[in-house]
């Protein structure tokens, strides 16, 4: 039987707020545990709860991002359920009427394959504190700085069909997030956190199997190894005549499987209600339209561009507008030398080479856009040639120089053009080598083409490797041919 | 609609109410049943082209600028914790 795998997925999102959603305590990550928990978080009797607009401000950014319809109101509940890093009982959360609706990202297959996903809705909610189950004398310890940290939780359609469109898509909505500057995308401290929905169906028929859902993958990698091996264990299930049960699962990136975690017989008894303390909130069509002046050009969009306008392959738009500094920085370059392939062959090669060697990431790169903008234009200008302009580089990354100008001057590797300079130092290189000449000079015209190589590498070394090479490679010919 | 006694049980659990009796329980079922009486009839009253009231005050939400206004009280809050160490709230122990 031919199997297909229907895959949803609600993405968690942490804001990069510096307060928490419905408190004046800062987010930031790393402090000491429970010193950035005030009264509300904690959820002390009598203190009340007053919404972030920033966080307001990020989610609207979002969904106007993915052109879904932003409703004028939108409603927060609570969402009931027990443990102890949720002190109040609840998660204030949205559900009936989220702040952003329907909307579509557009993901990015093998070969330029487009592929659109729609979104069914994205709501704000709080994030609840962190159970440390190390030994407390058979007690659990309760973190609750991160309670209270505001999450946009995104949840789409089950339009996705293999775990590949299911990276792809997380992808998608990395790039948007960090273009956007809403969070920092940093799925190591858990900035995005997927629950994937996962299904399989004989292939053809339209009703959905029963789906089991994967918590808390937060890593690229582990969404693609946990689908993939959920999608195995479930057709293995049904094909020895079982029946696949709705379950909550948790994905073990050390043994590579997933294992149940709860059945979810009380599925969804979360007894959500408009929250008392919350008032609803309204968003007139000034503010949203003033959310929409501050949007950047967005991953897609610039892709496009790349490829359109500049004229880029579909590959290199793809890797330079994958992150918003990568592109800062290629169009930063592109200011300074206006050649677009030059510059997109300078930062994914040498550059990108530089920088993953040294594990540094590109908005800290030692040498700047408009240092390598300068070399750049130095090659396209032939005032150097290509080797020299790698030791240029090399140069500027050991920050030997303050521009790729200077260094040509102080280190002498102008070009030499001059036929007359480097006629003289043929000569040069011909008197020196009059074993190699006459080896030359006998052998057959169709062999001479590799023999004269050595040549070449003797006039570049004798010029510092400023020589240009193709004049090199002319003149020599005709001095070797014409005895 | 009408209320019996496992759904009291039930619901008492998803609150964690602890229910000491059956005649406790019983209790419960009367009283939810005369709340649900009441709610039936207040389902009777023709609300066709009446946008759902999700808050009795007729004002919309003030939002706060973000900025961060707490200091740590991480001490005076701990004070009155029953247990803590290392700073942490100490619970009894959560198996996942």
Known sequence: MQWETVIGLEVHVQLATQSKIFSGASTAFGAEPNTQACAIDLGLPGVLPVLNEGAVAMAVQFGLAIDAEIPETSLFERKNYFYPDLPKGYQTSQMAQPIVGRGEVEIVLDDDVRKRVRIHHAHLEEDAGKSLHEDFHGMSGIDLNRAGTPLLEIVSEPDMRSAKEAVAYIRALHAIVTYLGISDGNMAEGSMRCDVNVSVRPKGQETLGTRAEIKNVNSFRFVERAIEFEVERQIEVIEDGGKVVQETRLYDPDQDETRSMRTKEEANDYRYFPCPDLLPVMLDSAYIEHQRSTLPELPTEKRNRFETRLGLSAYDAGVLSSTRPMAEYFEAVLVVCGDAKQAANWVQGELSAHLNRENIDISNSPVTPEQLGGLISRVLDDTINGKAAKQVFAALWNNEGQSADEIIDTRGLKQVTDTGAIEAMIDQVIANSPVQVAQYRDAAPEKRGKMIGYFVGQVMKASRGTANPQQVNGLLKQKLDEA | ?96
């Open chain 2, 1 to 96: 609609m009408a209320i019996e006694h496992a759904d009291v049980l039930r619901a008492a659990h998803l609150a964690r109410l602890g229910l000491n009796s059956d005649a406790e329980a019983a209790g419960y079922v009367d009283d939810l049943t005369r709340i649900l009486e009441m709610v039936d009839r207040l389902q009777a009253v023709d609300t066709d082209g009446i946008a759902p009231l999700s808050h009795p005050l007729d004002t919309t939400q003030r939002l706060r600028p973000d900025e961060v206004t707490e200091t740590n009280q991480r001490d005076a809050f701990q004070a009155c914790a029953p247990e803590t160490a290392d700073g942490l709230y100490l619970v009894p122990r959560v198996v996942e």
